[in-house]
């Protein structure tokens, strides 16, 4: 069962999405743990403190290096030879092969979202990767975080189930976006479905499917 344990200030923030459709199946079906470990916990001294302001000016807070290698390493403890990884706009970008390298292979992750204007830079000798969701800046990093955990357990083997979409589906090859669907009614709002798709042609409608599927950019 792959562990997937997420360091965040504001657990609250996975509830939803973690105990909802597929990844709630997921758990269920023990193909993934979930485990939030709330940064706080690791705070220095009575206010549990986590952040402070930058050396050499600047605006914003910095998450202290104290708190993030406790935190790391407590999931590390948990999980031996878990990757740790980075949520930061100025990691590699995230990508479909990425998911599906990590849903198929047997490691573990320790996912750290960082916060306010970012993170003490000593903390990168722990990271095994750092990882961006696209190239814009976010609050902070547990919708990054989300968006890698959904992306991989969806397509950990099983997870899916009778669904075998994921192997057609857009960027499954690296490059080309799913041709266009319908379902019933096969007119609404006086809008056609295209005719091949209702001939029960298989090879025909193969060969529509593939012209209309697009390229990605
Ligand atoms: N000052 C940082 C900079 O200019 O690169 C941005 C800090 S951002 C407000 C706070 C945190 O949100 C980051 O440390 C990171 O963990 C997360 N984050 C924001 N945008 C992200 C993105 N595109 N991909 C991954 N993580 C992101």
Known sequence: MKKIQIITLFPEMFEGVLNSSMMWKAQK????EFRIINLRDF???????????????GDGMLLMPEPLFGAINDAKNYAKGSKVVLMTPKGQRWKQSEARGWADS???????????????????????????????????????AMTIIDSIVRLIPGVLGGENSAEIESFSDGETLEFPQY??????????????????????????????SEKAE
């Not at 916060?115 to 976010?138: A, F």
Request: charge should be negative; proline fraction near 6%.
């Open 29 to 32: 079906e023990k193909a993934v």
């Open 43 to 57: 705070g220095l001294g009575p206010r549990k403190q986590v952040d402070d302001t930058p050396y050499g000016g």
């Open 183 to 212: 379902t019933r009614p096969e007119v609404f709002n006086e809008m056609g479905v295209p005719k091949v798709l209702l001939s029960g042609n298989h090879a025909e409608i193969a060969k529509w499917r593939q012209e209309n």
């Open 106 to 144: 047997s490691d573990d992750y320790i996912l750290v979202c960082g916060r306010y204007e970012g993170y003490d830079e000593r903390i990168l000798t722990l990271v095994d990767k750092q990882v961006s969701v696209g190239d814009y800046v976010l609050t902070g990093g547990e919708l990054p």
